[in-house]
């Protein structure tokens, strides 16, 4: 069972470590707040709130039991031998965010954002998603925590999501199509922003990456690194050596940003962030937003970006819904910038050969987006060797995918 | 003295608020834009505000959305924007740019001021620039002698008007609710309310936008601020062209000329 984060001192700022941003939330130049003024009042009581909450036993032990009583953590560590053969003799470890309730590792986040949201005495709720998996955990978390929810989500989304969509509503969340712009991920974060500057009185916006202005980044990491701390410690247990490299997929990278914290401060364990490739790099149709982008702001951040040579904004593709983001969160700029992660791209066909290798292979179906870190893992095998050791964050379980899955592979007629 | 700061003297003279007109530019080409602008002022908008469509317009509401995405689809480029403001100053007409800061950005701030002010723009409009981010836009505006508009909010503390106000040059601008920009039936007491707290903090001339799309509403709020912003009320008429939008634009300048009527 997780532990409360241990309370040493009284001022929050004592409590920073030296991965945590600036006062105003700068990893490196990356990060900050563009977003308008009329949101940063919100913006700062969120801080204040979040700095006392996260040193409040109160709250981290409320945090804890959610955590351990209602997702089930902590997640299994499981090694996967039979799909290791496959990736030039080294020994993969699979970090089970799958198991979690709702299907990946965003309940962590939701459950804590959604219990800072009763501690600010607001009764609302609002989130974006783009495959649903977001959008499902927020209405989850507002359903046993007795809040208003109302989800955002690109038309577009909706159609390709539409049982997300069902199981949103059953949750007694309301689910808002949104028209605009591309009608996907980025349109239904702008809807949900001018949602929150409407609303902000009664309303939090439960961002569902680590992403946006501060202190989002910092925040949603720090309810996420629960996964690396655990899968350190139980990949020690389980082989008496760190892992040579941690891989995750990066969309907007929260996922990511939680297992590579486990081991920032092990020098000798590489962070490999792996991008959405989609089509393929050459086609500039993808997502790879490290690989490809250039600094830019975006949904209240400075960070990496795709975009055209005016500054507007480039629709990102990728075959995963959940990685189809043409932003990422700053702290990934900051760790591409120093070296001390890398970021690679996948393109779909990887993916999806990966997630069928693991299906076939463990029993084990997972979600496209953590499909892009297994190929990653599968190249990253061969390139360490007999000896190397792996550790992968499978993030999600792939059940809501079996409908593409289907159709790209034609396992099914009429499909 | 800025050039903004010579418009309101001329304006508390004339002991009437000003009319700040918005229009983007490239909408719904970059030819009509023009013409809509010229129109603007011509029926007596004292400046217009020139808007750079943007693909993620996160402070903006329906009818600013649809014209951005209509000048983008039109091909509508940056660099529009320095030849549409031109048109406005070659005409005698004075004009500032409103933006979302990542074309600045990532055209360069100093790069951006530099070619703005060549084409006699006065200044910016920053919505999601506050100026906790400004340092080089800052640096840029004194260097190029233009003047950086930021935003106050319902929702700023005291102490977020005095850092907003202590930055900004030229004008102060106000948004009259919290919420996206869009025409409404009444802005609200929360904007005189909003000037009253922001002028404790400053002498600069206060212009409320977010709301405003009649001549009387104009006259309400001329009564308390020193400039009426009026955005996507002229966007909605630009789509019927320069004899319609001239219309509106003549009837609110007539709504921040009407004397005062105490409350």
């Known amino acids: 069972m997780p532990e409360a984060e241990p309370v040493t001192e009284k001022d929050p700022k004592q409590q920073r470590t030296s991965h945590d941003p600036d006062e105003r939330g700068h990893f490196g130049p990356y990060g900050g707040r563009f977003l308008p003024e009329a949101l940063m009042g919100a913006l700062d009581e969120l801080s204040a709130e979040y700095d006392k909450a996260r040193l409040d036993p109160e709250f981290t032990g409320e945090f804890a039991r959610l955590l351990s009583g209602y997702a089930g953590r902590p997640s299994l560590l499981t090694e996967a031998p039979r799909f290791a053969e496959h990736a030039g003799g080294a020994r993969i470890f699979l970090k089970r965010e799958d198991l979690n309730h709702t299907g990946s590792h965003k309940i962590n986040n939701v459950l804590g954002q959604a219990l800072l949201t009763k501690r600010m005495g607001k009764k609302r709720v609002i989130a974006e998603t783009g495959a649903g998996q977001h959008g499902v955990a927020t209405a989850t978390a507002c359903a046993l925590l007795d809040l208003e929810c109302v989800v955002y989500m690109g038309e577009v989304d909706t159609e390709r999501q539409a049982l997300n969509v069902a199981r949103m509503r059953l949750l007694g969340a309301e689910v808002i199509p949104v028209k605009t712009g591309s009608r996907t991920l980025k349109d239904a974060i702008n809807e949900a922003l001018r949602d929150w500057v409407t609303n902000v009185d009664t309303t939090h916006y439960l961002l569902g990456t680590a992403a946006g202005a501060h202190p989002f980044p910092v925040m949603v990491r720090n309810f996420h690194k629960v996964i690396g701390e655990e899968a350190r410690k139980q990949i020690l247990e389980l082989t008496g050596r760190l892992p040579d490299a941690v891989a995750a997929c990066v969309g907007g990278g929260s996922n990511a940003i939680g297992i590579f914290h486990g081991f920032i401060d092990d020098p000798g364990v590489r962070l490999v962030g792996l991008e959405p490739g989609g089509k393929g790099i050459e086609t500039g149709e993808h997502g790879a937003t490290l690989t490809e982008g250039t600094p830019g702001t975006l949904h209240g951040a400075l960070s990496y970006l795709l975009q055209d040579e005016d500054g507007q904004t480039i629709e990102a593709y990728s075959i995963s819904a959940g990685l189809d983001y043409p932003g990422v969160g700053p702290e990934h700029s900051w760790l591409k910038d120093t070296g001390r992660a890398e970021y690679r791209a996948v393109t779909d066909a990887e993916a999806m050969e990966a997630f069928q290798l693991l299906s076939r292979t463990e029993g084990i179906i997972p979600a496209i987006e953590s499909a892009h870190a297994l190929a990653g893992a599968l190249k990253l095998g061969h390139e360490l060797g007999e000896d190397g050791h792996i550790l992968v964050s499978l993030s999600g379980r792939g059940d809501k995918d079996v409908d593409t899955a289907a159709r790209y592979f034609k396992l099914v007629e009429d499909v | ?263």
């Open chain 2, 1 to 263: 003295m800025s050039r903004l700061a010579q418009l309101f003297e001329g304006t508390r003279a004339e002991k009437r608020a000003a009319l700040v007109g918005y229009l983007p530019a490239g909408y719904p080409t970059v030819g009509e834009s023009k013409d809509l602008l010229a129109a603007t002022i011509d029926a007596g908008a004292d400046l217009v505000e020139v808007g750079v469509p943007y693909s993620d317009p996160v402070m903006d509401g329906p009818t600013i959305q649809a014209a951005a995405d209509t000048a983008l689809r039109n091909g509508f480029r940056l660099r529009h924007v320095f030849e549409v403001v031109e048109s406005v100053a070659s005409r005698g007409g004075r004009a500032v740019v409103m933006t979302y800061w990542n074309p600045v950005f990532h055209y360069g701030v100093d790069r951006f001021a530099r070619d703005l002010a060549a084409a006699g723009g006065l200044g910016l409009i920053t919505p999601d620039l506050t100026p906790d981010e400004a340092g080089d836009w800052l640096a840029a505006s004194d260097q190029h002698g233009l003047d950086r508009i930021f935003l106050v909010a319902p929702s700023s503390s005291e102490e977020r008007i005095a850092l907003t106000a202590k930055a900004t040059t030229g004008f102060v601008y106000a948004t009259a609710v919290m919420g996206v920009t869009g025409a409404r039936e009444s802005v609200g007491a929360s904007a005189a309310d909003l000037v009253g707290r922001t002028r404790k903090h400053t002498d600069l001339p206060i212009g409320v936008g977010l709301g405003v799309r009649s001549g009387d509403q104009a006259a309400e709020v001329a009564a308390f601020a020193d400039a009426v912003i009026v955005g996507s009320a002229l966007v909605t008429k630009a789509a019927d062209g320069t004899a319609a939008l001239g219309a509106l634009a003549a009837e609110l300048a007539e709504g921040v000329r009407r004397p005062a009527v105490p409350a």
